[in-house]
């Protein structure tokens, strides 16, 4: 089988988070969920929480579902790079996506969420797409909803095609041909830790020469910025006149007026271009915007968020431990 959803940006103006739709139980009650390559969990806000964390967002209720069973015994606490927290209790559920169905997925229901979560009425939960390694689920972690349908799938693939402020697409079990230009290079991934981790050949400023070097990377999906090395950070931001590490933000912010450099990034000897208009991740008061370029900090690793595969189709090739590139 193969399966296509629609992945949306919110906020309209910032593309912070891509969503797509899930259809829970029976009858099915649909939730837009954020697809996060950067974790391994599914789970969803519930009936089950305090009305005081829910705002706008939409509510599963397994007593609605004639599909779902407590998997008694079994809890799950996550908390992600940006702090937020979730947890709550554990049924096994039908989960459709694209048409694809798994009939007893492992499917997460909060009892209790962060602010962060409650203060975002755009995602009703997360959808981990990263390896099963990384589930949270005690006492016996659990599989993602992909690792359950990978054997029905016509091929050991997803392919994300985001889009800058417009629906792009998750497509499961098969690689659309008519998206990209040119040819895929594939990488292979290391998933020891359970992302989807990499090796990049190195970077290039504007049309300044390529700097070969490597960068251990994750792809990330529920990441929102590019995060890198600090020396790659500054050398990209030292092409922006009037850009600054803003104190109070710990980040870098830019006129709104700058004209931004793109962003090479190497894959082998494929050339990956961010558009610089794509660096900019948002207004934040009348003349100064947020670099969507930022420092990795002490984190093991860079990360390949949205900003970068927003300019790119990324197959996710589970079969043969891989991840692929290529433009569009
Ligand atoms: C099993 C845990 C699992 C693997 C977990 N994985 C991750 O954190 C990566 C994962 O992709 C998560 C998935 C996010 C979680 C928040 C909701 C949206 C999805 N990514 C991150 O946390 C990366 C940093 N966050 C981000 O990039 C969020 C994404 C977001 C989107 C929408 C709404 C709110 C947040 N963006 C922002 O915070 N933005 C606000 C600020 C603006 N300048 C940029 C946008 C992990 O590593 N946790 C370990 C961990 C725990 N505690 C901490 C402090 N750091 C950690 N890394």
């Known amino acids: 089988s193969t399966g296509i959803v629609a992945a949306t940006p919110f906020p309209a103006e910032y593309d912070r988070e891509y969503v797509a739709p899930v259809s829970l139980g029976t009858p099915a009650q649909e939730l837009n969920l954020i697809f996060d390559t950067g974790s391994s969990d599914l789970w969803v806000f519930s009936t089950s929480m ?7 967002q939409k509510l599963y209720n397994p007593s609605g579902s004639s599909t779902s069973a407590v998997l008694w015994g079994h809890t799950w606490s996550i908390q992600y790079g940006d702090g937020s927290r979730s947890s709550g209790t554990v049924v096994n559920e039908l989960v459709t996506i694209g048409g694809i169905s798994y009939a ?40 993602t909803w992909f690792d359950n349908v990978l054997p029905t799938l016509a091929a ?39 992302f989807w981790r990499l090796q990049a050949s190195g970077y290039q400023v504007g049309t300044s020469p390529f700097q070969p070097t490597t960068i251990d990377a994750i792809a990330d999906t529920g990441t929102t910025l590019l995060m890198l090395p600090a020396a790659i950070v500054k050398a990209y931001y030292a092409q922006v006149p009037g850009s600054q590490l803003h104190a109070s933000y710990g980040a870098y912010t830019f006129p709104c007026s700058a004209k931004l450099p793109s962003f090479t990034f190497g894959i082998g000897r494929y050339r990956g271009v961010i558009p610089g208009a794509f660096v ?32 790119q189709v990324v197959v996710f090739d589970a079969g043969r431990t891989r991840i692929g590139f290529a433009a569009k």
């Open 156 to 194: 050991p693939v997803f392919t994300v095609d985001l889009k800058r402020a417009a629906p792009g697409t998750y497509t499961f079990g098969a690689i659309d041909a008519s998206s990209y230009a040119g040819k895929i290079e594939y990488t292979p991934i290391d998933n020891s830790n359970g």
């Open 104 to 143: 007893s997925q492992a499917l997460e229901i909060a009892n209790g969420v962060s602010a962060q979560f409650s203060q975002d009425p755009a995602s009703s939960g997360l959808l981990g797409l990263g390896f099963s390694i990384l589930n949270t689920v005690i006492p016996t972690s659990q599989k």
């Open 280 to 311: 900019s991740y948002g207004r934040i008061d009348a003349t100064t915007c947020y670099g969507g370029i930022q420092d990795q900090g002490n984190l093991p690793f860079s990360i390949f968020g949205d900003i970068l595969m927003k300019a």
């Open 50 to 56: 305090p009305a005081a964390q829910v705002a706008g």
